[in-house]
């Protein structure tokens, strides 16, 4: 899709932006990042060169949305030999959207904060029933949209057939529903509509009145899920993460937080790094002799495995700024006679968070703080204090040198993880 009434220019260049050398960029290179990016798949094309989800400004093209930081960057690689990374910019998003805009492609933008607010009221305004002598509301629609989050952040379809959100979505509703409360996926299949962030197609117009019967969507397997407005808007982790909040403050108070994310595929959420939980099933079982003592070396297993390549750079920076110091318990540790401490992302990189790796969202952290504020145990208050989510620790300032700026959008992300799993934390 290109701007309307400029015919692209193999030869056109955008006027030079002093400091940035986006100038260098022509056509054919946003071209190239744009291939790329569709052959990587979008979170291995960002985790490769280094940037997070885009929170405004996206290029489209050919009905495809790009990260547009992202594709200038790797594009100014094509142009210059030199990828570059997000702290590589001087300018903001709007610079970079300038740039796209004057090589002739079509860079959109909403007003984010205000679509997610009225995303985040109609959350907390579903027209949820309420069964004979139990006042609590239903939870089959807000289980339902949870299920749908999972799918939103996982890239898969905006559109579910009615078989599959059938078998998958009603035993939820058996699972985490009201108790006595029947299990009736087809309700919140129908009845979401009335939020205005779902749709039904392919229930024909004169069936589809009054809500259809069972029997009509199994005949007719009809498509549900978010509207195209409302998958957007979920594209971006900082919203996605509010809207969980929000469903499960509002509707799902007394729910098991981590049994529920576990079924429904957002397990993610209740971590804010990539700690892995212990299970029976990655441990493999030994020769023992008869006290159960281990006879001979441990056995070892062949593994393949996905990592996300971060920036050592800025690690080492972080680590040098702090000295080496965690800054919430201000340890000091050795190791080998040398300095040891960790670079903690404040907004986890891999998926769901997608968060950057830059200066702004690191920490310093000994390995025992790293631990507890990856486990969500930790957090620091919207005043700069670090308290426990179970209230079992005195509150402290988060230390901080005045060269190592933090993000604090990224410090309440954080916290509003917290807040998910423990409701402990406020404010933010």
């Known amino acids: 899709m290109i701007a309307a009434g400029r015919v692209p220019d193999s030869s056109y260049r955008p006027t030079s932006l002093p400091g940035m050398g986006l100038g260098d960029i022509r056509y054919e290179h946003v071209i190239a990042a744009t291939e790329e990016f569709r052959r990587l798949g979008r979170d291995k094309f960002l985790r490769t060169y280094g940037f997070g989800r885009a929170m405004s400004y996206e290029l489209v093209l050919d009905g495809r949305r790009y990260d547009s930081k992202a594709i200038a960057g790797v594009a100014h690689g094509y142009a210059t030999g030199v990828f570059w990374k997000a702290r590589d910019f001087s300018g903001g998003a709007a610079t970079v959207a300038r740039c796209l805009r004057e090589l002739g492609f079509v860079v959109e933008t909403g007003e984010p904060s205000s679509n997610r607010a009225a995303l985040l009221a109609r959350l907390r305004?579903?027209?949820?029933?309420?069964?004979?002598?139990?006042?609590?509301?239903?939870?089959?629609?807000?289980?339902?949209?949870?299920?749908?989050?999972?799918?939103?952040?996982d890239e898969r379809p905006r559109l579910t057939p009615w078989p599959t959100f059938r078998d998958e979505v009603g035993p939820l509703l058996v699972e985490f529903g009201l108790p006595n409360a029947k299990a009736t996926p087809e309700y919140p299949f129908w009845h979401l509509q009335g939020s205005e962030l779902w749709e039904v197609r392919g229930i024909p117009a004169e069936l589809a009145k009054r809500m259809p019967t069972t029997g009509t969507f199994n005949e007719h397997h009809p498509q549900a899920g978010f509207t195209a407005e409302t998958a957007d808007l979920l594209r971006d982790p900082v919203t996605r993460l509010e809207a969980i909040a929000t469903i499960c403050e509002t509707y799902l108070e007394d729910v098991d937080r981590q049994a529920l994310f576990a079924r429904t595929g957002l397990s993610g959420y209740t971590t804010a790094g990539d700690l892995l939980s212990p299970s029976e099933d990655d441990s493999a079982d030994g020769a023992t002799d008869e006290y159960g003592r281990a006879i001979g070396p441990a056995p070892r297993r062949d593994a393949t495995r996905s990592v996300i390549v971060r920036d050592e750079t800025l690690a080492r920076k972080v680590k040098e700024l702090e000295d080496n110091r965690c800054q919430i318990c201000d340890t000091t540790l050795r190791y080998l006679n040398r300095p040891y401490s960790q670079a903690a992302h404040i907004r986890g990189l891999g998926s769901p968070h997608h968060g950057p790796d830059e200066l702004q969202n690191l920490l310093c952290l000994c390995p025992n703080c790293h631990v507890l504020f990856d486990g969500l145990e930790i957090y620091v208050d919207s005043d700069g204090l670090v308290r426990g989510t179970r209230d079992d620790r005195d509150p402290r300032p988060l230390r901080r040198d005045p060269r190592h700026p933090v993000d604090e959008a990224h410090i309440a992300y954080h916290r509003t993880l917290c807040t998910l799993t423990a409701r402990k934390p406020e404010g933010g």
């Open 125 to 153: 305004n579903l027209k949820v029933s309420r069964g004979p002598g139990n006042p609590a509301p239903s939870r089959h629609q807000p289980l339902s949209l949870l299920w749908a989050i999972s799918r939103a952040a």
